[in-house]
């Protein structure tokens, strides 16, 4: 079992929806990622979160460090927003300071 | 520079070569980290460093991949007598420092076995 497990695995929504991706994980950590994957390859970082909620146009993020639990909302969706979104962990534990990714939310929005 | 530069951004080698993989990082940065992505996949962790210090390299897949940052800047990831399953995106990201800071990924270099 991955530490870090994302659903679903593939999204295909219509211009306008309103989108939800979900990032699970295992491990006690100090910060969470979610970072977007253009389909040209590049990795954009699009918010850190170690608590609560945060807002970036139409993008919001919210974690529950309780749960162990994080999603990635956007709001009135766009084709623009076409990418796969990578939810990334820091674990707080040891003396390591690495990223742990989950595999990634293929998201298509069509016209 | 301005972002995290990666060099060569393509690289087709035959089985057995060498290949040596750069990463300038962002001015300033202190950590550096090293992920390989296979297609369809998510990163996975190679190595990372803290100035020139190797912190972490339990992600190196075995004794032929290395890596560098001798002055605290510029890092090389070495891959020695490559193989076809080596074949795979080779990303370097940098941050101020490690913890909570926000990571900054290169375009990354498409590494083709043949």
């Known amino acids: 079992k991955n530490e870090v497990e994302q659903s679903p695995q593939n999204l295909t929504a219509q211009e306008g929806e309103f989108i939800t991706i979900n990032c699970s994980y295992s491990?006690?950590?100090?910060?969470l990622h979610w970072l977007q994957q253009h389909p040209g390859g590049g990795i954009v970082s699009l918010f850190m979160l170690s608590s609560g909620k945060k807002k970036h146009g139409r993008l919001i993020a919210t974690i529950n460090i309780q749960e162990k639990h994080s999603s990635l909302h956007i709001t009135a969706s766009h084709p623009r927003d076409s990418a796969v979104y990578i939810c990334a962990v820091l674990p707080n534990t040891g003396t390591a300071s690495k990223l742990t990714f989950g595999t990634g939310t293929r998201l298509q929005v069509t016209l | 520079g301005a972002g995290v530069s990666q060099s060569p951004r393509y690289k087709v080698t035959k089985r057995g070569q060498d290949v040596a993989l750069r990463c300038d990082p962002i001015s300033g940065h202190v950590s550096l980290y090293w992920y390989r992505q296979a297609l369809g996949q998510g990163p996975e962790f190679l190595t990372y460093f803290n100035y020139e210090a190797q912190q972490d390299k339990s992600g190196l897949p075995n004794d032929r991949f290395s890596a560098e940052r001798p002055e605290g800047s510029i890092s090389t990831l070495t891959i020695q007598r490559t193989e076809q399953r080596d074949s795979a995106m080779y990303r370097c990201a940098s941050s101020l420092g490690t913890g909570g800071n926000t990571i900054y990924f290169g375009e990354g270099s498409w590494l083709t076995v043949v």
């Open positions: 491990v006690g950590i100090s910060a």
